[in-house]
């Protein structure tokens, strides 16, 4: 039996908290479908410097974060690059949200699996 999904804005409004909780800022930059829009989380490392996860699922239908630079031996790319990465994404799905978090310690905040 498939588990029951909680709507995106609920989901991201808990990220929300979860993040300004333990002192960091964020904010939803770009609001998607509230019921079932996949979430990206942008982290502010400083100096030009960003994270990027994107929320998908897996073969079972959980929800996992991935790296979609993961690949890449840059990890750690320029905010640039993410924001490119998410323009082209945007482009592609509208309902996606984007929510960016700028963290001392460049936490993300996600959810346990």
């Given amino acids: 039996m498939a588990e029951p999904r909680l709507k ?3 989901r991201v409004a808990a990220h ?3 993040a300004r909780g333990e002192g ?3 904010t939803v930059a770009r609001k998607g479908d509230p019921d079932a829009g996949a979430v990206a989380v942008k982290v502010y490392l400083g100096s030009g410097a960003a994270r990027l996860y994107v929320q998908s699922r897996d073969l079972d239908g959980h929800l996992i974060w ?5 690949d890449d031996a840059h ?3 320029s905010e640039k690059r993410v924001d490119g ?3 082209r994404e945007i482009a592609i799905d509208p309902d ?3 929510v960016e978090i700028e963290d001392r310690e ?8």
Avoid: N, Y
Wanted: no cysteine; charged share 30%.
């Fill in 8 to 10: 995106t804005e609920i």
């Fill in 16 to 18: 929300m908290r979860r």
């Fill in 85 to 87: 990465w998410l323009a």
């Fill in 24 to 26: 960091a800022f964020a």
């Fill in 106 to 113: 460049g936490r993300a905040f996600l959810e346990e699996s």
């Fill in 75 to 77: 990890t750690e790319g």
């Fill in 66 to 70: 991935r790296d979609p630079f993961e």
């Fill in 96 to 98: 996606l949200w984007v």
